[in-house]
């Protein structure tokens, strides 16, 4: 039988202007590193002559040598490095940073150590990854009352969980009968006719 074609979708492309600042000068620009991967590695811009050594929990604010000019309506990511997180317990202190589209300073990440050691920090090691993103526009807008959901106001851990079913309406039992007040006042069905009595 015949293959057939199938056709692969294409991703969208968005070209992104970037500003090389002197002290990333030499370094690789940010790239994504196989052909479904969603961010670009950004790499350390530290002087090769004084790496940064984080200390147990420390954290430093770790440059890219890299400004960017985002498109309008799109923002960037910035998201820890899972090789990093897993082998050496570092990630972002803001995790995920946002770089807004008006921004014109330098890209630059906050690191943390909560690993056991000790880490070392090189001039172009690959620290984080950029996601560029669409967002949308919001205006809030004040109401009295929220549309209701089956979820409601559950929240922290409510999904997932199995709801006990809502328990059945019991009809009360019928009331006693009421006691006489009066014990010695005989009902009228028990009183003898007057002709009766002596």
């Known amino acids: 039988m015949a ?3 199938v056709k692969k979708p294409k991703t969208k492309r968005i070209k992104m ?12 620009l940010p790239e994504m590193q196989s052909a479904g991967a969603a961010g670009l590695d950004l790499v350390a811009a530290v002087d090769a002559k004084k790496p940064r050594r984080l200390a147990r929990g420390e954290f ?23 090789g990093l997180a897993a082998k050496h317990g570092v990630t972002i202190l803001n995790s995920p940073g946002t770089i ?13 150590n909560l690993g056991a050691k000790p880490f070392v920090i090189n001039r172009g090691d690959r ?20 549309s209701k959901t089956a979820r409601g106001d559950g929240g922290f851990g409510s999904t997932g969980k199995a709801v006990a079913p809502a328990p059945r309406s019991k009809k009360s039992p019928a009331a006693p009968a009421k006691k006489n ?13 007057a002709s009766n009595r002596k």
């Open 60 to 82: 430093a604010l770790i440059p890219t040598g890299l400004s960017i000019e985002l498109p309008r309506g799109m923002e960037a990511q910035i998201r820890p490095r899972s």
């Open 3 to 5: 293959k057939k074609n």
């Open 100 to 112: 807004d589209s008006d921004y014109r300073g330098e890209v630059q990440v906050i690191l943390i």
């Open 127 to 146: 620290i984080a990854q950029m996601v560029v993103a669409t967002y949308a526009r919001v205006k809030l807008k004040p109401i009295a009352a929220l």
């Open 17 to 28: 202007r970037v500003k090389i600042l002197p002290h990333g000068e030499g370094l690789p």
């Open 181 to 193: 007040a009066n014990p010695k006042q005989v009902p009228a069905t028990r009183r003898k006719p």
